[in-house]
T-cell receptor, first 117, second 114 residues
């Protein structure tokens, strides 16, 4: 069975500092990988995704994540965070079923990023 | 285009009461999902539907029932609420096909069972 591990439940950082949110997954088959963001009292929004091709994917607000197949990781990074990045971040994996269809999302337990001035 | 909407936004129930949560989407998506979110647990799939009239169990289906009578609506029912069902419930929808399909989430329903 697939699983997702987010190693840090909370990450406090100061504004303009770099941050890395770690995500590891377990799967013996091909997967799609996602990072979702949840701002306080809101639903989840897709931040970025890895489907295939380049292992480095970027979001429009400066986050990036790198797919590392050998380490089964998909860590999220940002070189300089802002107060507005304070949110909970969820890593998720979806396997590719036989025939190429996408399976259900399996979520990690989330990492709360708290950016302090 | 409202996307995915959920009704109600908040609800307080007493143990043993029943209620139905409504999820509606206007994107003509085939797939719909119900998740629950608990602190430190991430999101866990309760039930999902791959089309009108079909439903399937997810990771944590016990104590819940669902129905998908119309393509745009996905109902989540609690027949006899328990304190363990206190949670935030999220609905999502997606358009399937071969390859990638993105799930779009609603704003959530915060349910408290006393």
């Amino acid at each position: 069975a697939q699983s997702v591990t987010q190693l840090d439940s909370q990450v406090p950082v100061f504004e303009e500092a770099p941050v890395e949110l770690r995500c590891n997954y377990s799967s013996s088959v091909s997967v799609y990988l996602f990072w979702y963001v949840q701002y306080p009292n809101q639903g989840l929004q897709l931040l970025l995704k890895y489907l295939s091709g380049s292992t480095l994917v970027e979001s429009i607000n400066g986050f990036e994540a790198e797919f590392n197949k050998s380490q089964t990781s998909f860590h999220l990074r940002k070189p300089s965070v802002h107060i507005s990045d304070t949110a909970e971040y969820f890593c998720a994996v979806s396997v590719l079923n036989y025939g190429g269809s996408q399976g259900n999302l399996i979520f990690g337990k989330g990492t709360k990023l708290s950016v302090k001035p | 285009n409202a996307g995915v909407t959920q009704t109600p936004k908040f609800r307080v129930l007493k143990t043993g009461q029943s209620m139905t949560l409504l999820c509606a989407q206007d994107m003509n998506h085939e797939y719909m999902y119900w998740y629950r979110q608990d602190p430190g647990m991430g999101l866990r799939l309760i039930h999902y539907s791959v089309g009108e009239g079909t439903t399937a169990k997810g990771e944590v289906p016990d104590g819940y029932n669902v129905s998908r009578l119309k393509k745009q609506n996905f109902l989540l029912g609690l027949e006899s609420a328990a304190p363990s069902q206190t949670s935030v419930y999220f609905c999502a929808s997606s358009y399937p096909g071969t390859g990638y399909h993105e799930q779009y989430f609603g704003p959530g329903t915060r349910l408290t069972v006393t």
